[in-house]
């Protein structure tokens, strides 16, 4: 509606005015009576591109949920819920499955009918239809599922990850380390892993794809998984919304990237 906006912390989730700067009125709020109960966060939180009265918020247990304001003025009852339906493979359950599944962001499709998903190996794409589960799944660096005890030793499983969309929803992208962002285009299948680094600070440098080997013979124009920087990461990514261009935000640089053609 150009008139409101939202804002999120870990408990609470505030609707605000553009004119109003002195008071919020808060719509969603997940504190228990008791703190010591507190079993999940607030991880993100986003309004429909197009219904004013309809947001999506995420949460630490790797559910969303979608809210309509017209309903009620606390938000407490959501209208749907978005949840992956729990593996019951005995073999994948382990000690980091609850943080992994945790959801570090959530962004609505330009249409308004789909909505990404980001947790720490993967992201995922769903309908607002079908709230039983995604769509597509896409892996982001599946190689690391291996390394969750050195992940969690350093802090790095903790990191939020953002996601974003193109602008007619045909592709979506998402950070990784090493300064590696993946692009992931839904009608052709096809993914691609780029860097963003310092080497590639003159204009109009071609990026190459690069490729992560996780055993065996290493090929020439392939990175060892043991040899991934894991201190820089790319946690922030904006896609233009008319033009293939791009923004990541990389340490302490932000680059620019522009389609060749």
Same mark, same amino acid.
């Given at each position: 509606? +150009? %008139?409101?906006? &939202?804002?999120?912390?870990?408990?609470?989730?505030?609707?605000? !005015?553009? #004119?109003?700067?002195? +008071?919020? =009125?808060?719509?969603?709020?997940?504190?228990?009576?008791?703190? #010591?109960?507190?079993? %999940?966060?607030?991880?993100?939180? #986003?309004?429909?591109? @197009?219904? *004013?009265?309809?947001?999506?918020?995420?949460?630490?247990?790797?559910?969303?949920?979608?809210?309509?304001?017209?309903?009620?003025?606390?938000?407490?009852?959501?209208?749907?819920? =978005?949840? #992956?339906?729990?593996?019951?493979?005995?073999?994948?359950?382990?000690?980091?499955?609850?943080?992994?599944?945790?959801?570090?962001?959530?962004?609505?499709?330009?249409?308004?009918?789909?909505? /990404?998903?980001?947790?720490? &190996?993967?992201?995922?794409?769903?309908?607002?239809?079908?709230? @039983?589960?995604?769509?597509?799944?896409?892996?982001?660096?599946?190689?690391?599922?291996?390394?969750? *005890?050195? &992940?969690?030793?350093?802090?790095?499983?903790?990191?939020? =990850?953002?996601?974003?969309?193109?602008?007619?929803?045909?592709?979506?992208?998402?950070?990784?380390?090493?300064?590696?962002?993946?692009? =992931?285009?839904?009608?052709?299948?096809?993914?691609?892993?780029?860097?963003?680094?310092?080497?590639?600070?003159?204009?109009?440098?071609?990026?190459?794809?690069?490729?992560? *080997? @996780?055993?065996?013979?290493?090929?020439?124009?392939?990175?060892?998984?043991?040899?991934?920087?894991?201190?820089?990461? /790319?946690? !922030?990514?904006?896609? !233009?919304?008319? %033009?293939?261009?791009?923004?990541?935000?990389?340490?302490?640089? &932000?680059?620019?990237? +522009?389609?060749?053609?």
């Amino acid at each position: 509606d +150009q %008139e409101t906006y &939202l804002s999120a912390d870990d408990l609470r989730i505030n609707l605000w !005015h553009l #004119e109003i700067t002195d +008071q919020s =009125f808060n719509i969603v709020d997940i504190k228990p009576a008791n703190m #010591e109960e507190l079993t %999940e966060v607030i991880t993100a939180a #986003e309004f429909h591109p @197009t219904e *004013c009265n309809v947001f999506v918020y995420s949460s630490s247990k790797g559910t969303i949920r979608l809210c309509d304001m017209r309903s009620s003025a606390l938000c407490d009852r959501h209208a749907k819920l =978005f949840e #992956e339906p729990e593996d019951v493979d005995i073999t994948n359950k382990s000690f980091f499955r609850e943080i992994i599944s945790s959801i570090s962001d959530v962004k609505l499709s330009n249409s308004g009918r789909y909505m /990404i998903s980001r947790d720490y &190996l993967s992201i995922k794409v769903w309908d607002l239809h079908m709230e @039983t589960r995604p769509i597509e799944t896409y892996p982001v660096h599946e190689y690391l599922r291996t390394k969750l *005890c050195s &992940l969690y030793e350093n802090d790095c499983i903790f990191d939020k =990850f953002e996601c974003c969309w193109n602008g007619n929803d045909s592709a979506i992208m998402t950070g990784s380390y090493n300064n590696f962002f993946r692009i =992931f285009d839904r009608n052709s299948n096809k993914d691609v892993t780029l860097e963003a680094s310092r080497d590639i600070i003159k204009p109009k440098t071609v990026l190459k794809p690069r490729k992560v *080997c @996780t055993g065996g013979k290493r090929k020439k124009d392939e990175i060892s998984v043991d040899c991934l920087a894991f201190n820089k990461r /790319i946690l !922030h990514t904006a896609w !233009h919304p008319l %033009e293939n261009i791009i923004a990541v935000a990389a340490t302490n640089n &932000l680059f620019i990237f +522009q389609d060749k053609f």
